[in-house]
């Protein structure tokens, strides 16, 4: 009977799952609409108070977007106030609603990968992932990987699609 042996694994291909790079932490959200006078404006002295006045012990461990649901124009000072409040509290914040949060802790996910464990790699990247943003993943982990790689796919080992190949000088 004859061995069976397994090509891929010994074709030197490195595969990348997107789902290593999802967010793991709680995501919560602030939205300053809650905020608004009328459902128009800040007021700087009303918001001025709930921003002294808040509990911001509730966010510690999390994620936090700072964002505003509603069609009001919000001004820069009222995103710094918060997410310096937030700050103070040891809390990382962004501003943006919970998706805008997800895409910058996967972009953060991917910046920490070691380069030099891709260096002149033939990688593949997983296609079947449950990321909220696969597309915003798996391109920005083709701009982080293309300058040291050897070759990028997409899909699974037994059936690649090319999307980068480092041409031959």
Request: charged letters at 25%.
């Amino acid at each position: 009977m004859a061995e069976i042996v397994n090509k891929i694994q010994q074709s030197g291909l490195i595969q990348l799952d997107l789902a290593s790079f999802k967010p793991k932490e709680t995501i919560e959200t602030i939205d300053l609409k809650e905020n608004l006078w009328q459902g128009l404006a800040l007021k700087e002295k009303d918001f001025r108070e709930f921003v002294k006045e808040n509990d911001w012990n509730q966010y510690e461990g999390k994620m936090i977007g700072v964002f505003c649901s509603a069609d009001a124009i919000i001004p820069t000072w009222a995103f710094m106030l918060v997410i310096s409040k937030l700050q103070e509290h040891g809390v990382t914040a962004f501003v943006g609603d919970k998706s805008e949060v997800e895409k910058q802790l996967i972009l953060q996910n991917i910046s920490k990968l070691d380069l030099e464990e891709y260096t002149d790699g033939r990688l593949i990247i997983k296609g079947c992932s449950d990321v909220a943003h696969p597309a915003f993943a798996m391109s920005e982990l083709v701009k982080h990987l293309q300058p040291v790689s050897k070759s990028i796919m997409y899909g699974e080992p037994c059936s690649t699609v090319p999307v980068y190949k480092r041409k031959k000088n």
